[in-house]
């Protein structure tokens, strides 16, 4: 089944109470794991770092990231509150890690998981710290080339995490992603070049592309949440409201449904249609006791619960065994 994350992010807003009910929202929803970001501002960016255009754009205004940053950290004891909340909710807690202080913070948390975010796939010794951890890894690959990636696996498989814990997302680092810069395929050949495990972390607007990556093989969806795409913040308006969020996790688990196992066989429903829709060897007109079959008395009609129109060469030229009426199945 299809591993679904709500990414709530930075759409805390820095308020713990926020951070709840987006956590609420997830569960509701039908989210298996609802994460959030870790980090030290000041480890984070150096006050020369601009914001990106999209969060400018969204924000309608621009100031260094640091400035930005520091109002949407959680802080230490933040995230007991949180993950006690996620166990009373029965949701898994995870979040992604963008600095040394918050990967020590996280492990001595217990979290079954990590997630590398795309803007750390060519920090080294961030790498590293991960890959010495040894448990499962999420890869987003937003900006990414193949060669930074095969780079970044070799790293953690290097210190300590063997490929098959890692899961590799496809990501389009745009906030909303073009449709046309999304480029799903390339989850496909990411599957083949490097034989893991892909999923994809859905940057565009609406719900249609995540449930066609469900529907092309992801194994993991990953698309933010907010409770109002109108609350302050840089990711609010680039996110999916809990009742959109919900429509995708419905879209998901029926295209699950829909999948199936790739064996192409007759289903249950179809095998009760086979004779209703399927033809048979049926007599043209009467047909008497010694005559030969011949493609004048013979013809092919439903039901299908006679002999298969397949073996009609088999047939002509045999001898009536007995009397026919005209339209009756032979059989």
């Known amino acids: 089944m299809t591993l679904i994350i709500a990414e709530a992010g930075v759409n805390h807003n820095g308020d713990l109470q926020l951070a709840k009910e987006l956590i609420n929202a997830s569960v509701d929803s039908g989210a298996d794991i609802v994460k959030f970001q870790t980090f030290q501002a000041n480890q984070l960016a150096t006050e020369q770092a601009e914001q990106a255009r999209y969060q400018t754009r969204n924000l309608g205004h621009s100031r260094s990231q640091l400035a930005l940053l520091q109002e949407l950290e959680l802080k230490p004891e933040q995230h007991d509150h949180l993950i006690a909340y996620c166990k009373q909710r029965t949701i898994e807690f995870l979040s992604t890690a963008f600095d040394s202080f918050s990967i020590e913070l996280l492990a001595g948390l217990q979290l079954k998981r990590w997630k590398i975010p795309s803007g750390e796939i060519t ?192 047939w002509i030229g045999q001898i009536a065994a007995r009397d026919f009426a005209a339209d009756e199945v032979i059989g």
């Open 123 to 314: 920090n080294l010794p961030y790498l590293r710290l991960i890959g010495a951890l040894g448990q499962p890894v999420i890869l987003s690959t937003g900006m990414a080339n193949l060669g930074e990636i095969e780079a970044a696996l070799e790293v953690l498989e290097e210190f300590g995490t063997p490929r098959r814990l890692i899961t590799v997302l496809h990501c389009t680092t745009e906030y909303p992603a073009p449709l046309e810069e999304v480029n799903l395929q390339a989850m496909l050949t990411i599957k083949k070049s490097f034989g893991v495990e892909v999923g994809y972390s859905d940057h565009t607007e609406g719900i249609e592309v995540a449930i066609a990556a469900v529907a092309m093989g992801a194994s993991l969806i990953e698309k933010h949440i907010t409770l109002d795409h109108d609350l302050p913040g840089p990711d609010h308006k680039a996110s999916l409201e809990p009742d959109q969020f919900a429509a995708m996790v419905r879209g998901i688990r029926m295209i699950e449904k829909a999948m199936g196992d790739g064996i192409k066989r007759p289903t249950a429903s179809e095998k009760q249609n086979l004779a209703v829709v399927r033809k048979s060897l049926v007599a043209a007109r009467h047909i008497c006791a010694g005559e030969l079959f011949t493609e004048e008395n013979l013809t092919v009609k439903r039901p299908g619960t006679g002999i298969s129109p397949m073996y009609w060469d088999n």
